[in-house]
């Protein structure tokens, strides 16, 4: 996780110039972008992604003593049933998905509506990317919760010693994937509003973080709250940050004369 953060700041900093790009040849985008709007919210996030990592490596792990006082009566009845659970090769299957996720914005570019404002739509997934890593890191630095392994003795002891046992909550992984997957259709969607396409992209955005969420659960890093949180705040990001960047204009306020015997008048509706 730290090392696709570190990587979408890279991206931030490349990505700076191409928030300006607002129109540009080939159809029209649905979108509006601003340096001056975008740039200090990307900036803004990324620093708050390296003030998480630092509380993230600024935890402890725990101590023998203390991985054998853990009872898994003290985890929440929702989340208890999962306390103990562990797999590593559930763990390394999770990250194929993982990546997957982060394709599909990617993908959008080589088709038509969306390759010629490439810079832009690039610009708002780092956005998107930057403030579900905010989200995350501040989060999992603040909060000490344990992961399901650390209940049992399935891990290795070692593992359950270390500090990043200690950041179950929220899902990084399952937050992530759902950023970029929601992000990738619902970029679609606002760029093809009559595509045949679209239940299958979106089913597709839903799958994955599920699928992700769901082998973090049986591989003992999540409990089932943590995945779920994870997902909302994903997707959450995934889907408002285009949202609110798209043009607003005049096609949805409808002014309607009205006349009756009682008086004349307006009717104004907003359709949203």
């Known amino acids: 996780m730290k090392i696709i953060i570190a990587l979408l700041c890279s991206l931030s900093i490349l990505q700076f110039p191409a928030i300006g790009q607002i129109t540009e040849s080939g159809s029209e985008s649905p979108y509006k972008t601003s340096l001056a709007v975008d740039g200090p919210i990307i900036a803004g996030a990324v620093g708050l992604n390296v003030l998480g990592l630092k509380l993230i490596n600024d935890k402890k792990g725990l101590t023998v003593e203390e991985l054998a006082a853990k009872d898994k009566s003290d985890v929440p009845g929702f989340d208890r049933f999962s306390a103990g659970y562990y797999s590593e090769s559930i763990d390394k299957f999770s990250y194929y998905p993982f990546y ?16 010629s404002h490439a810079g832009q739509i690039l610009a708002m997934y780092v956005e998107t990317m930057a403030i579900t890593g905010a989200a995350f890191t501040l989060t999992a630095g603040s909060i000490n919760r344990s992961r399901p392994y650390t209940y049992g003795t399935k891990a290795p002891l070692e593992e359950r010693m270390k500090k990043g046992a200690q950041r179950s909550f929220f899902a990084g992984h399952t937050a992530a994937t759902a950023s970029a997957s929601f992000f990738a259709a619902k970029v679609f969607s606002d760029f093809n509003p009559d595509s045949r396409a679209k239940p299958y992209v979106w089913a597709a955005a839903a799958a994955l973080p599920a699928v992700v969420g769901y082998c973090r659960l049986k591989g003992g890093n999540h409990f089932l ?28 306020l409808s002014i309607v004369p009205v006349k009756t015997l009682e008086y004349d008048g307006l009717q104004l509706s907003y359709k949203f």
């Open 225 to 252: 709250s943590d995945n779920l949180l994870g997902y909302a705040v994903g997707a959450g990001a995934g889907i408002l940050v285009p949202h609110l960047h798209k043009k607003t204009t005049g096609n949805n």
């Open 100 to 115: 997957a996720s982060f394709a599909m914005p990617v993908a959008m570019l080589f088709t038509k509506n969306e390759r």
